[in-house]
């Protein structure tokens, strides 16, 4: 029973997306909510089938059959179909007659999902409800899990989507692939969501491990997808999927298995970290080089690059660091800054990092007061405990502050 309630919840994930963009497309994105609630009963009634009667050899294609039959029968009662879409196809020569029923053929479902994400990465939407509606629409997860991630709760994320798609409504977003000359500028918020999306999972507070890399994962499968379509097949593009990879590459060495404590960078089991995916990162990114563009992926994929060779040499800290230069110099961020301020602690020593780090004055991040902290263990120790007690005041979950004062003990006693 476990294993069946598993597989039909793998299931879901995996076609829900697919249903929802092939329905929503047909009958318009005012109608996504409807097209989620079809999807949905979809799903129940697999659920009360196949408990009785057993998982049908061609599960996916029984879902796309009910959910065809479903979503005619639903618009043929309201009359919505003869009185907006039928008269819509037969003005339209080229369209054939049995258009009106969702494509569910693979060059359907991936157009639709591509121009659901240009949809939904509308820069009418706030970045947040964006990143909602991905998780819904696009990677199929469930209200609860939606509210896990982003440590909330089911009601604000229900009120936080319905905003959104009367967003998509009253600003009558169309699920259509951009003009030529739109094109670029609309990937770019599509890549930016799309890098939000992988990070609110790779960097995500939550416990939930499974949840984390699902979210990953659905990020990668997203930007995948767009390299399969020439017109966003871009570098940048190739880019992000590289970084992407790399980092998915470590996500099973950053978490100790016999605890939730966060495993540094330099304590990582090197045999844990992912071969092919690091093959893959590089794969795309030697791809991002072709042409002039050259966007904060390329750097930043460049630098997770190098986090994928573990030994740890002051040229490869030299690297980084000349890389972070670049990185502040196109796309200057707080965390950019303390990034690079780490890598110059490496590649260069404590004390002319120190100096840099001082002026940064991030007064409300743990992670700079945990970079203050280990600077100036090297020269004053009272300092560097105040540094990391402030840091452990200021992390967010109890496994940072497990880590942290980890920290305080040992120094402490030393």
């Known amino acids: 029973m476990i294993q069946k309630h598993d597989a039909l919840k793998q299931l879901f994930q995996r076609e829900f997306s697919k249903m929802v963009a092939v329905i929503a497309r047909l009958y318009g994105l005012e109608h996504i909510a409807l097209a989620e609630d079809i999807v949905s009963e979809t799903f129940l009634q697999a659920m009360e089938s196949w ?11 029984w879902l796309y059959a009910v959910a065809k039959q479903k979503t005619l029968y639903h618009f043929r009662r309201t009359k919505i179909l ?8 037969a003005s339209n020569a080229s369209t054939k007659a049995d258009a009106v029923e969702p494509d569910f053929s693979q060059q359907g479902i991936r157009d639709s999902q591509l121009q ?27 209200i609860d899990e939606i509210a896990e991630a982003f440590l909330s709760n089911k009601e604000t994320i229900n009120k936080r989507l319905f905003r959104a798609r009367e ?8 699920m259509e692939f951009p003009p030529e000359h739109t094109l670029a500028a609309r990937l770019d918020n599509v890549l930016h969501i799309l890098y939000l999306l992988f990070n609110e999972g790779y960097y995500s507070t939550t416990q939930d491990r499974v949840l984390q ?8 499968r997203l930007c995948l997808l767009l390299t399969d379509y020439p017109p966003t097949r871009t570098p940048k593009t ?36 992912d071969q092919a995916l690091i093959n893959q990162g590089r794969h795309y990114l030697n791809l991002s080089v072709e042409g002039d563009d050259l966007s904060s992926y390329h750097l930043e994929a460049r630098i997770a690059s190098w986090h994928c060779i573990k030994e740890d040499t002051a040229e490869k800290w030299e690297e980084i660091l000349q890389l972070y230069n670049d990185l502040l110099f196109i796309n200057y961020s707080p965390s950019v800054a303390l990034n690079r301020t780490f890598a110059l602690y490496k590649a260069r ?5 120190l100096a840099e780090a001082e002026k940064l004055r991030l007064e409300n991040n743990h992670f700079y007061f945990l970079l203050l902290g280990e600077l100036y263990r090297h020269t004053d120790a009272l300092q560097a405990l105040a540094h990391f007690r402030r840091a452990h005041t200021l992390a967010r979950t109890q496994a940072e502050k497990r880590g942290i004062q980890e920290r305080i003990d040992a120094l402490g006693s030393a």
């Open 51 to 61: 408990e009785k009667r057993g998982m049908p050899e061609h599960a996916t294609a």
């Open 82 to 89: 003869q009185d907006k879409v039928l008269p819509s196809v």
């Open 116 to 142: 659901m994400m240009f949809a939904i990465c509308t820069p009418a939407i706030a970045s947040e409800a964006q990143i909602g509606l991905a998780l819904r629409i696009l990677c199929g997860f469930g």
């Open 167 to 174: 967003k998509l409504r009253t600003e009558r977003v169309a």
């Open 213 to 220: 890399k699902d979210m990953c994962i659905e990020a990668m």
């Open 238 to 273: 190739h880019a992000l999927l590289a970084l992407m990879c790399f980092h998915a590459s470590r996500f099973n060495a950053r978490q100790a298995s016999y605890s939730d404590l966060p495993v540094l960078y330099e304590e990582q089991d090197e045999q844990l970290w």
């Open 349 to 353: 020593g404590w004390q002319p990092a």
